[in-house]
Each structure stands twice: as C-alpha cells, then as structure tokens.
C-alpha cells in the first residue's frame, strides 16, 4: 500500500504526471482498448493511475518542482494526436473552419468602428452609438468563462455550433435592424455567440493536439485572431462605403460562417458526452453562472462608463464597481463550497503559473487593444486620414503580430521551450510601447511604420507561448476551462486599458482646452464639436490658427495616453520572470474526464 501510494504521488507530466508503476497498469488498460480500432481518440485515454495522479497533485497543491525530470520517459500516452492521425486534406479543412470561425468572432469586435458614423446618421442616435460596440463586448466577455464547463458537459462540436448558430443569428438581426435598439439587442446576441467561437476554438484546438505540436496550431489561430481584431476597422470602413452600406458589415459574418459550420461538423469528429441532455442539464452550475455573469457586467459596465460617460468618482460607476467585485467574490465562495461540477474549479490557481499567466493576459489585452484603437485615432488627426486609411496605419503593427506569433509557435514547438520567448516578447513590446512617446503632429509616415513594427514584433512573440505557459501547468481535464478563462482575461484587460486610457486622454484634453476656451471664446461651439467628433477639426469653419492648436492638443493628449501603455508592458514583462518552466508533453494525456465520453471511431479519420 505504501508503495502504491508512493508511486501515485509522483506525477509524471506536470501537473498530470502519472508513476512508472501506474503507467503498466495503464499501459494495459490502452492496449485492450486501442486494439480494438486504429484510430486513436481523446475518449480511449481513460486509466485509473490518472485519475489517482490528479488527485494527487492537488492534494500535494500542484507543487512540481521536484518532478520536471521525469517527464516523457515514463508519460502514458498516445504517440499520435487526433489532429496528426488526420489526413493531410482533412487537417487543411478542419484547420479553415476553425480559422474562419475565430476570424469572424474577432471581427466583429472591432468591425463596426468604421461603420459607427454612417450608423448613427442612419438612425439619427448618436448618443446611443457607443453601445453597438459596448454591447457586443459586454455579451461576449461576460460569458467567455462559461463555455468551457459548457463544452465538457454538452461537448466541444455540439457547444461551438450551438454559439455560431447564436452569433449567425444575431448578425442578421443586426445587419436587418429597423431601429437603434434592434441593433443593439442584435449585437447583444451576435456577443453572446461569438464568445462561444473565440474560446472554443482555441479548446479544441489544444485538445486535438500534443502540447508540442499544439504550439504551432495555436499560433496560426493566434495569428488569425489578431489579424481580424485590427483588420476589422478597415473593412468596416469598405462595407460602409459599399453599395450594400453598413448593413453588410453584419451580413458579411453570415455566408463565412455557415462555411465554417458546414467544415467544422462534417470534417471535425471529438469524442460526445453519453449522458442524456436532462442529466447534462443537471450538470450546469446554474447558480455560479447567474453570479458570475451579473458580476462580470457590473465591473464591464463601470468600465465602459468610467472616463467617457461618467467620472470614476460618480455615484453610478463606484456602484458598480464595487458591487461587481463583491458579486464576484461571492461567486469565488459559492464556487468554492457548493457545486460539484463548478464552473471555474478552484484547483487551477493551485499552480502559480495559471494565476500569474491570467493575471498577465489582463495587462496584455490592454497593450494589445490600447494602440488598435489610438493609432488609427492619431492618423486621423494629424493627417486628416478617412477610417479606412488611418485603419490601414496599422498594418505595420499587425503584420509582424502574424508572422511572429506563427514563427514563435513554431520555434516552440522545435525547442520546447516558452519561457524565453516570453521574457523577449514582453521586452521588446515594452521597449515598442515607449517609442509611441515619439509620435507629434510633425512624425514622418517611416518613422511612424518603424515604430509600430517594434510593437508589433513584441506583441508576436508574446501571442502564444502565454497559452501554453497556462496548458502545462494545469490537468488535461481543466483545459478547456483554464482556456476560456484565458481568452476572458485578454477581454477584460482591453476593458480595463481602454476604460484607463480614455479616462487619461480625457483629463489631458480638459487641461490643454481651458486655455483654448479663453482664447477663443466666440469659436466655443468648434471646439465642442471637436471634442465629440475629431474629424470636426478639418470642417471649413475652423480658423486655421485654431485648427493648428487644436491638432497640437489632441497630440498632446494621445502622447499621455502612449505613455500610460508603458506599465501596463513593462508588468507584463515583470510577471513573464517569474513564469516557472514545465516541459512540454510529446504525448496525449489521461484524463478522468475521458470517462464521460463515448468513443467516436471516425475521429481523426
């Protein structure tokens, strides 16, 4: 019994680390199983010393630091991944559903701020136009962390199509939108799908893969993501000034999307849950959900108002605020004492790399989206740029973005090793972050491009060693969920950055107008107007003289905005030192999780 128990405590890969001596009882068990039908699955992978290993590793709290050596010699696990036991026309395949189903997901996050301007006078409701954007986020956020338990109950395929068909059904509420609230309360529906494409996407993808060969994958959908994210303005700007108008801004989702599905059921085989849908019904913490889903809006929604609408000393934004934080810490202790299938399961933090990698997914989501929003906004002020030019200033920060999140997956997957990328990823994207201070009304278009492109090389390299950093360090069970979170914690840190930088950009812009109102008194009206609408500084009643201040303010105050990027990269850089190094897995895991799951023979076929 002691050795037994000996053997168990020790864990064989990371946190799932399984003992020489349970690895031939499993080894028996797979050989029974697998010889049964060539194609290998998630669902075969079930053995008795995993689930022992697990309990194990949390009883000994997720500490591995005595076990890195003893890490693939003695893993139990399939050689080959799901996604290698393909074929090479039905990975390209599946690979392009996936893609496009994140391409569109992300899209849409950024997609409608070329189209904004023409909406609101369609609709004649600008005060009401923030909310297309702010509602979708708001949907989408909030229930990010909810699809990964969603996914283990219902299944990944069954749960990813379900949030398409939701989000297909919200873009063509919005694209046929007869009023502002239809449109609203389609981009609610639209946000509430695509968390579902954004989060799930990246599950499956970790799940189909070893962590090895995951690097690489993760990377191409990394690439995808950011590339759609900043792309997204500018073909809002094209849809906008299109015959169609702004209406296929949200059309455009609904042919790519159906493709998607169509690829994604016919060519993506996953195991299937064998409960029935009342017992999987049974299964869903509808309590956790409430509480969390209210918190999550509350904090989203102070954000958004914070420093735009309302001050941060308002009654309304520190009610919110603060009752969002309490929901959520009621939230951490219902989830702490009262469901058994919980849907974030306090056992991930046991290990210090999951708190410190979410933590700085917060910081980076707001260096990420910080120059996405502003550098567009600064070339349309000193140049007086249309959306879709100043959209297209940003290329020189996406395209390294892609090609080195593509090129870092790949070095990590020949070397196994992410923490190095991280440490230069985050110092390069601080150092980057810094030379924005550069920007004036007199920057050079190469100096500008020269600037972006540091930025967009740290930021690549940061794209996706982060993820996996969090996947070593938790069980195979908890991915799904541990990568939801991840994705929601990027969301939340632009919430957070753009709340910060808009609240900056504000007071600077109060401070730098008083003296312009003094000076121009009789000119009050323009400067209002510009205020609300920067493109107002170009308009032919603008005195040149005040035109030339004006464009000097705006700078001005973009300038501080730049600066305040500079912690949020120079955190993200100080909590890469202190990420912990567990190897990376050459084989498919056990999982206790696999036991409530029924074989699916065409999976990976």
Not at 27 to 53: F, H, M, Q, Y
Not at 474 to 485: E, F, S, Y
Request: charged share 15%; with cysteine.
């Amino acid at each position: 019994m002691a050795t037994s128990e000996s053997a168990v405590s020790k864990l064989n890969d990371g946190p799932n680390r399984i003992s020489s001596n349970s690895s031939s009882k499993a080894c028996t068990e797979i050989k029974s199983t697998t010889s049964k039908t060539a194609a290998p699955t998630l669902a075969r992978v079930g053995s008795v010393a995993a689930i022992e290993s697990t309990k194990s590793h949390y009883k000994s709290g997720g500490n591995d630091e005595d076990d890195e050596d003893d890490r693939d010699e003695k893993h139990v696990g399939n050689t080959q991944s799901i996604f290698s036991s393909m074929s090479l026309q039905r990975r390209i395949l599946t690979m392009s559903a996936l893609s496009l189903s994140i391409f569109i997901g992300s899209l849409e996050q950024t997609i409608v701020a070329g189209s904004l301007p023409a909406i609101a006078e369609h609709f004649k409701a600008l005060g009401s136009i923030n909310w297309i954007a702010t509602s979708f986020l708001l949907a989408s956020t909030a229930m990010q962390p909810l699809y990964g338990r969603l996914s283990d109950i219902f299944g990944r395929i069954e749960t990813l199509i379900a949030g398409l068909l939701v989000f297909l059904a919200g873009a063509a509420v919005s694209g046929a939108a007869s009023s502002m609230g239809m449109l609203i309360g389609g981009r609610v529906v639209q946000g509430l799908g695509a968390s579902a494409l954004i989060s799930l996407v990246m599950v499956i993808v970790s799940e189909i893969s070893i962590e090895r060969e995951r690097a690489k994958l993760t990377s191409v959908i990394a690439a995808i993501w950011a590339a759609s994210s900043v792309l997204g303005p500018v073909l809002g700007g094209v849809f906008t000034q299109s015959d169609g108008g702004w209406r296929w801004v949200f059309y455009f989702s609904l042919p790519v999307g159906g493709l998607a599905g169509i690829f994604i059921v016919i060519f993506l085989r996953l195991p299937r849950p064998r409960d029935s849908f009342w017992k999987k019904l049974r299964r869903i913490d509808f309590a956790g959900m409430v509480i969390m889903v209210g918190g999550m809006v509350m904090v989203l929604l102070a954000l958004s108002y914070a420093g735009k609408d309302y001050p941060w000393s308002s009654a309304l934004v520190l009610c919110l605020l603060i009752f969002g934080i309490v929901v959520l810490g009621i939230f951490v202790l219902v989830e702490w004492k009262i469901p058994k299938e919980p849907i974030v399961p306090l056992r991930l933090f046991k290990n210090r790399n999951v708190g410190l990698a979410l933590t700085q997914q917060i910081f980076m989501g707001a260096t990420l989206f910080g120059p996405t929003f502003y550098i567009p906004l600064y070339f349309s002020i000193v140049k007086n740029s249309s959306s879709i030019v100043a959209g297209l200033y940003l290329l020189p920060y996406q395209l390294p973005i892609s090609i080195l999140a593509i090129s870092t997956g790949f070095f990590v997957s020949k070397t196994g090793r992410y923490r190095e990328p991280l440490w230069v990823g985050s110092a390069i994207l601080t150092a980057g972050l810094c030379l924005l201070i550069l920007f004036d009304e007199n920057v050079t278009t190469g100096k500008a491009i020269g600037i972006l492109i540091v930025s967009g090389i740290g930021m690549g390299i940061l794209m996706q060693p982060v993820l996996l950093c969090l996947q070593t360090a938790i069980l195979t069970r908890d991915i799904a969920t541990g990568t939801t979170l991840f994705v929601a914690m990027r969301s939340l840190g632009g919430s957070v950055g753009l709340a910060v930088f808009q609240t900056v950009q504000q007071n600077r812009l109060n401070a730098l107008l008083a003296p312009l109102y003094k000076k121009y008194a009789e000119h009050k009206s323009i400067i209002d107007a510009t205020v609300q609408n920067q493109a107002a500084i170009y308009y032919d009643n603008v005195p040149s003289d005040l035109r030339e201040e004006l464009v000097q303010v705006f700078v001005k105050a973009l300038r501080s905005v730049f600066y305040s990027m500079i912690p949020f990269g120079a955190l993200v850089f100080i909590l890469s030192l202190f990420l912990k190094h567990i190897p990376l897995r050459t084989k498919m895991a056990k999982t206790q999780a696999n036991s409530d799951y029924k074989n699916d023979d065409t999976a990976g076929v």
